[in-house]
């Protein structure tokens, strides 16, 4: 798995959306003897990416630890439609409560995953990398960039707090894009400054003020290719905005060093999941 360093926001992330789900208790699964022993499993409805293991497990770890789970795949790997994803057997109250939340977890981060996956293969015999932005399910930032790079794209900045990217606001209350390079350099040294252009008069500006990367938003395909040839290797190139499946490659046939892309963690669609229990 290629959790890295996400337990922290993992762990918060399940127990809030359990307190959201099951608040003062599962009163529909108090009907089931406290004793019950069940078993289940999880089976996918349509093809996809599988991505979100540790958060499905975590929800069964918080509310019994002797649930058991046996994955009969891993995350990154394709799954195909009525596939088994893993057997669950365990105390049948607190399988009955994590039901939903561990299928939502599942079923989303899959999504991510999968989206993913069909971009990075669109262009993956080029030299561009495929990036997400900041238009994240609210709270699930860190779990959508993990199924970002589990689809084999790539994360951007995680927030406001760990990369710097000027755009026309930033420009506008600076006074002009050299002063706001300026401030950004004093305030933060060795950090790399990236600034958003809407035309080749701001891409000169922005070379001028020393900019490690720029931001092309809503460039026609013409305009890109202009760009690439006036920055000619003097900063990185970043392609953002009108950026769909059907002419993501023909704008990294510009020559651009990477094309960012909203709709990875933001138009998704659940992956059609189901639980079903067998005993």
Not at 128 to 144: E, F
Not at 189 to 200: A, N, Q, T, Y
Request: aromatic share 4%; hydrophobic share 40%; charged share 20%.
């Amino acid at each position: 798995m290629l959790l890295e360093t996400l337990d922290e926001p993992l762990l918060r992330s399940v127990r809030e959306a359990l307190a959201e789900d099951i608040g003062t208790g599962d009163i529909t699964a108090r009907l089931i003897p406290a004793d019950a022993i069940a078993e289940a499993t999880v089976i996918s409805r349509e093809p996809a990416v599988l991505c979100g293991m540790g958060w499905f497990n975590a929800v069964f770890a918080e509310l019994d630890s002797s649930i058991r789970i046996d994955w009969e795949t891993q995350d990154g790997n394709p799954v195909q439609k009525d596939q088994l994803l893993c057997r669950l057997t365990g105390p049948a109250r607190p399988m009955l409560a994590g039901e939903r939340t561990a299928l939502n977890f599942l079923q989303t981060l899959s999504a991510t995953a999968t989206l993913s996956r069909h971009y990075a293969d669109r262009v993956a015999d080029l030299p561009v990398k495929i990036l997400d932005t900041r238009k994240t399910i609210p709270g699930l930032r860190q779990a959508q960039k993990y199924a970002v790079r589990t689809g084999g794209c790539h994360n951007h900045r995680t927030g406001l707090y760990d990369g710097i990217l000027i755009k026309e606001n930033h420009i506008t209350a600076a006074g002009s894009i050299q002063q706001a390079v300026d401030s950004a350099r004093r305030g933060n040294p060795g950090l790399p400054v990236e600034i958003e252009v809407e035309d080749m008069q701001q891409i000169t500006l922005a070379l001028v003020a020393g900019a490690e990367r720029l931001l092309l938003d809503n460039f026609s395909l013409k305009s890109l290719g202009e760009a690439v040839q006036q920055v000619a290797g003097r900063a990185e190139l970043e392609a953002s905005g009108g950026i769909t499946f059907d002419n993501v490659r023909a704008v990294a046939q510009t020559g651009i060093n990477y094309i960012s892309i909203g709709s990875l963690t933001k138009n998704v669609q659940a992956i059609d999941l189901s639980m079903v229990f067998t005993r």
